[in-house]
């Protein structure tokens, strides 16, 4: 038995190897998706560098599949490989904080939660996605869209450095001056070079405060509603990040999320009020912290999941009047999934597109469906309405966040990286992990064997 597979077995890990039958096998290998029911031939629960190091090392040697699990939230539950080894770094949970230098260090395996507590603590936070039991590795990894992201760029243009396991078990660093190739790589290249232990995240003085803004409008009277609401974009501040929605019962809501002074973000009030007289109306002061949970429930574990997403450059009237019919077929509109619409613009495209491996800067809207239900019988009725309704959205898409793909295989990745970042991803695959040791994820494959 080789080195990295006897220190597996005989207990020398900081952490746990968890083997089919063992006490937290099936806890550790469920994910977000309820759909998710695979069954890895080990799983390494990660607490040091070493044990990625030893999980990575052991795994070649057995020639075992690698999934990489933070927050389990992959649509698809990528992190949890079929007779594979799956690296668990959930015990690499933690967050330290320098207030003064304004910098938090993230190990691999932390959820937003915890990224969001220790810095806020502080009145001080960085991007960070809407669902506090998210992982920071595959939202960082992938970009990292949040409500600060308007001001202060995404997760991703926050990172400092990262520490990193690469394919061949080794250690590295990376940030603008240490190993730079690389550094570009994992801002948007997603989980294809290695596995990350730490980030080093820049934080910002944000306060403790947010402003949610809220109108519901029946969907009859929505079209103009949308229309007005999308113009107003156009001029926000960037402490404000638009949000549209139509959900159950065809009531379409807009409004907007601002994170700083909510008397500030009061002041965009009566512009709202003139779209129309809203059914309902919500407006309220939350504390960060509580605004960054505030989706928790609905985003919660233990559903079937299914999803889809686009990039919209523009607008146009014809892609408001898709968003609203959610891919309705002949006047049915029962089952539909929800739809939402999230603002980029702002600090995001101030950043130069060459800057990263992440795409799209130039993207006004996020377009996303979501649907979830518990019968595994409407599996594919489910995914055939959110196909439908992201079928409808296509025309007008510029592309996709690679966090938003699903089952879209080599097509989605191409959506996702315009083909001159595409090929520098390759360029990148080949020098960090040619043999594609790293492939369960929205995956660059490597030009070289
Ligand atoms: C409820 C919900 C809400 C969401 N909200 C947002 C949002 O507001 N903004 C946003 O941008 N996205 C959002 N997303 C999308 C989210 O960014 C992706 O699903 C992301 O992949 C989740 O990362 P994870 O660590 O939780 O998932 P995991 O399933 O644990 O990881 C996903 C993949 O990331 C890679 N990975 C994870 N950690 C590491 C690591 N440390 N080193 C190397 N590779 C790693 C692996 O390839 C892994 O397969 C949301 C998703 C869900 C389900």
Redesign the pocket.
């Known amino acids: 038995m080789t080195t990295a597979t006897t220190n597996c077995t005989r207990g020398r890990l900081d952490g746990q190897l968890l083997v089919p039958g063992r006490a937290g096998y099936d806890e550790a290998r469920t ?2 998706n309820a759909m998710v029911d695979r069954r890895p031939r080990m799983i390494i629960r990660c607490a040091s560098v070493g044990d990625v190091v030893t999980a990575v090392r052991t795994a070649r040697e057995l020639d075992l599949e690698i ?9 698809l ?3 949890v490989p079929d007779d594979g080894l799956m690296i668990d ?1 959930t015990p690499m949970g933690g967050v330290r904080v320098d207030p003064v230098r304004r910098r938090a260090w993230v190990q ?2 932390a959820l937003l939660g915890a990224l969001d507590r220790a810095s806020q603590q502080h009145g001080l936070a960085t991007t960070a ?3 506090s039991h ?6 960082t ?6 409500w600060l992201a308007r001001q202060y760029g995404l ?1 991703c243009d926050n990172v400092v450095s990262f520490e990193m396991v690469t394919a061949d078990g080794n250690v590295v660093r990376t940030s603008r001056t240490e190993n730079p190739d690389l550094f570009w790589g994992l801002r948007g290249g ?2 294809n070079f ?4 730490e980030f080093e995240f820049r934080l910002h003085p944000v306060g403790t405060l947010a402003l949610v803004a809220e109108y519901t409008f029946p969907l009859e009277r929505a079209l103009p509603v949308l229309r007005t609401w999308r113009d107003l974009n156009a001029q926000a501040p960037r402490q404000a990040t638009f949000t549209a929605s139509v959900e159950r019962g065809d009531l379409v809501t807009v409004g907007f999320v601002w994170v700083g002074d909510p008397e500030q973000g009061r002041r965009l009030l009566p512009a709202m009020r003139a779209l129309g007289r809203p059914v309902t109306e919500r407006v309220f002061v939350s504390s960060y912290v509580e605004l960054q949970r505030r ?1 928790d429930t609905v ?1 919660r574990h233990a559903l079937r999941r299914y999803s889809k997403g686009h990039y919209l450059r523009q607008l146009p009237d014809k892609a408001i009047e898709a968003f609203l019919m959610r891919g309705t077929v002949d006047g049915h509109r029962e089952n539909l999934p929800g739809v939402g619409l999230q603002a980029y613009g702002g600090a995001i495209s101030d950043i130069a597109d060459q800057d990263t491996a992440f795409s799209h800067r130039d993207t006004l809207f996020e377009w996303g469906t979501g649907a979830s239900w518990t019968d595994p019988a409407e599996d594919q009725a489910r995914k055939a309405a959110a196909r439908h309704c992201a079928a409808a959205l296509e025309p007008f898409a510029s592309g996709v ?1 690679v ?2 793909l699903s089952d879209e295989g080599a097509e989605g990745v191409r959506r996702a990286y315009p083909p001159g970042k595409l090929a520098r991803l390759v360029a990148l695959k080949n020098a960090y992990d040619p043999h594609n040791v ?1 492939h ?2 929205h995956n660059i494959q490597p030009d070289r064997p």
């Open positions: 994910v977000w999934g990489v699990r933070c927050g389990g939230h992959s649509a539950g990528l992190a770094l691999g395996g996605g809407n669902v998210t992982g920071v590795g595959g939202l990894l992938g970009g990292g869209m949040g997760a997603g989980g290695g596995v990350v232990t989706d985003g966040y966090n938003a790293f369960l994820n």
